[in-house]
């Protein structure tokens, strides 16, 4: 699996746009970019995933790059309650072993 | 829908003791994984089964851990002896295979963990 590069920590605004990059200069043609967080002394929950194409959901919006070298995951309106460790990992999925190979994440910290 | 349930959530032990970890899975999911997560490190892929067969090992100090999905279904990690070092959070996880369904984003579901302490 591609290995992703993150910042080790940021700070955000509780009310604004939590924007949080991800480098993955290497990754392959058929590997989706999935993004995870995890909540203190919780399993990491999923949040969303993309191939080539931005997508949104309930909880965030995923922008990936037309080289599809990098992607932001962005959280529009950040609570306290966002406050985590937010992975970015890239797998093959639907092809054999559909491991997630986990970094050191980024931590977010949300501010009152 | 019912998530993965995990037990014991927190075991204390002495080093050299052994100790036991139960998963049980979303029902149907046929993936189910074992991590370890040491102390502000991501989670590290112990074991992967699919169905009751093991796809994926290769990280598993198998000296002293093994695991078993002997039904398919719920499944056993265990740890003996422990050492310091296996202090972490033990995290199961499952998912399905179904890419026919819609809604399949092939994510991980993962339990609450289970905090291990080797003194």
């Known amino acids: 699996d591609a290995k992703t590069t993150q ?7 509780e009310g604004r746009a939590a924007n949080l990059p991800c480098n993955h200069s290497t990754i392959s043609g058929n590997e989706y970019v999935y993004w ?3 909540i203190h002394s919780q399993g990491p929950q999923y949040i969303i995933h993309g191939l080539k194409n931005n997508e949104t959901n309930e909880m965030a919006s995923l922008i ?29 999925w639907g092809q054999g072993a559909q491991k997630l190979v986990f970094g ?9 | 829908e019912a998530g993965v349930a995990q037990s014991p959530r927190y075991k204390i032990i002495e080093k050299r003791q052994s100790v036991a970890f139960w998963c049980n899975p979303i029902s ?28 994926d090992d290769s990280q598993l100090p198998k000296d002293r851990f093994s695991a ?29 295979q179904n890419r026919r369904a819609g809604t399949n984003t092939g994510e991980l579901f993962f339990g609450e963990g289970s905090r291990l302490t080797v003194l």
């Open chain 1, 7 to 13: 910042p080790t920590s940021m700070d955000c605004a």
């Open chain 1, 36 to 38: 995870y967080r995890q």
């Open chain 1, 64 to 92: 990936i790059t037309e080289d599809r070298k990098s992607s932001t995951l962005i959280l529009p309106h950040a609570t306290l309650r966002d406050t985590a460790v937010y992975y970015c990992i890239v797998r093959v």
């Open chain 1, 104 to 112: 050191q994440g980024t931590r977010l910290t949300i501010n009152p």
């Open chain 2, 28 to 55: 149907g999911h046929a993936t189910l994984y074992w991590y370890q997560q040491i102390l502000g490190q991501g989670p590290k892929l112990l074991i992967q089964f699919q169905n009751n067969g093991v796809v």
């Open chain 2, 68 to 96: 078993e999905r002997l039904k398919g279904v719920d499944s056993t990690l265990k740890i003996q002896p422990a050492k310091l070092e296996d202090s972490a959070v033990y995290l199961c996880a499952s998912s399905s």
